[in-house]
């Protein structure tokens, strides 16, 4: 795969919803409370990642490794430890391979796009024996450390798991997926918005990260089309 500047990339919707989803999370930030940059680094940077992965580009799987080092922290902040766990222990390393694998399967080398990929039975069968084995075992663990909000976290495990499952392996289906565990995280978020304001510019991230994995399906899908045809 060749890496290329991944801006050049970008068509006009795709610079819109970039700049739409910056714009919208920097307000909200400013607009609310601002005793913690780190909820806007991390929004900005999991945006950028998102417009990147939606196009099958290896620079947003790298981004998402660092959005995922600075989530992780956020969620340690407010005690929401089935969000740090799944972020440091399965997002992070599942991204790092997705780059690897990425990398190792371009639909053109002389492109930056990755080649689109059908989930077989088994490993379909795997994925649904993991989500749930995994899902069982963290309720038990996140239990243990008193995790808020135990129920939308251990739901959360479960989505992202299933999208980061299915993004390592190039299948469009990670999307929804992802869009899934937005929902998910956007309910989380707004039940830690209300102890503390700061916290806001994360459902907003949510929000236009649905709006990004979204536009993501229908690319994938596109592409998929398009790789197949060619």
């Known amino acids: 795969?060749?890496?290329?500047?991944?801006?050049r990339t970008l068509s006009k919707f795709e610079w819109l919803l970039w700049v739409t989803s910056l714009i919208v999370v920097t307000s909200t930030f400013l607009f609310g409370s601002q005793d913690n940059i780190l909820t806007l680094i991390a929004s900005l940077i999991g945006a950028t990642a998102l417009i990147f992965v939606a196009k099958g580009a290896v620079i947003g799987q790298i981004l998402t490794v660092i959005f995922s080092l600075f989530y992780a922290y956020i969620s340690l902040q407010f005690h929401y430890y089935g969000e740090m766990i799944t972020y440091i222990g399965m997002t992070t390393p599942i991204a790092i391979m997705s780059v690897v694998t990425w990398l190792k399967n371009p639909y053109d080398r002389q492109k930056s796009e990755v080649k689109?990929?059908?989930?077989?039975?088994i490993k379909t069968y795997l994925m649904w024996i993991l989500t749930v084995s995994v899902t069982f075992i963290f309720f038990f663990i996140l239990k243990y450390f008193g995790t808020a909000n135990l129920v939308i976290s251990t739901i959360s495990i479960a989505t992202s798991f299933l999208a980061s499952y299915l993004m390592l392996f190039r299948n469009p289906f990670y999307a929804v997926a992802y869009a899934a565990n937005d929902v998910v995280l956007i309910a989380l978020w707004i039940l830690a918005t209300m102890e503390s304001l700061s916290y806001l510019p994360m459902i907003i991230c949510f929000v236009m990260f649905l709006c990004n994995d979204l536009y993501g399906y229908f690319n994938w899908t596109r592409m998929k089309k398009r790789q197949s045809v060619n």
């Open 116 to 121: 689109v990929a059908k989930l077989g039975h």
């Open 1 to 7: 795969m060749k890496i290329q500047n991944p801006f």
